[in-house]
């Protein structure tokens, strides 16, 4: 199973970017997939969870994105989509995909994207 991630680049604060993330491989199954997240690591941090979405729709979000980021996906397709609005600074990080698969059984990370937020 392979996580493809897409969509990070450079952005001023305030602006929006859309991260995508597709999963891919020939022994997965369709809707196999349970959980599906965007964690990220930012210069000299550890990573963090910043939001995640179960095979039902339900959502978390970490305390400093919450109002500002929304996290969806399309269980047809194995893709989950963060869409980031009001970015700031602080939001400078590598950005990875995780999804938990059901059949074939593992948790797997995309490759990660970078975003960069200017002030």
């Known amino acids: 199973v392979q996580l493809q991630a897409s969509g990070g680049g450079l952005v001023q604060a305030g602006g929006s970017l859309r991260l995508s993330c597709a999963a891919s491989?020939?022994?997965?199954?369709?809707?196999?997939?349970?959980?599906m997240g965007w964690y990220r690591r930012a210069p000299g941090k550890q990573r963090e969870l910043v939001a995640e979405?179960?095979?039902?729709?339900?959502?978390r979000y970490a305390e400093s994105v919450k109002g500002r980021f929304a996290i969806s996906r399309d269980n047809a397709k194995n893709t989950v989509t963060l869409q980031m609005n009001s970015l700031k600074p602080e939001d400078t990080a590598v950005y990875y995909c995780?999804?938990?698969?059901?059949?074939?059984?593992?948790?797997?990370w995309g490759q990660g994207t970078l975003v960069t937020v200017s002030s």
């Open positions: 491989g020939s022994i997965l199954r369709d809707y196999s997939i349970d959980d």
């Open positions: 979405i179960t095979s039902s729709g339900d959502t």
């Open positions: 995780n999804a938990d698969v059901l059949v074939p059984r593992g948790n797997y």
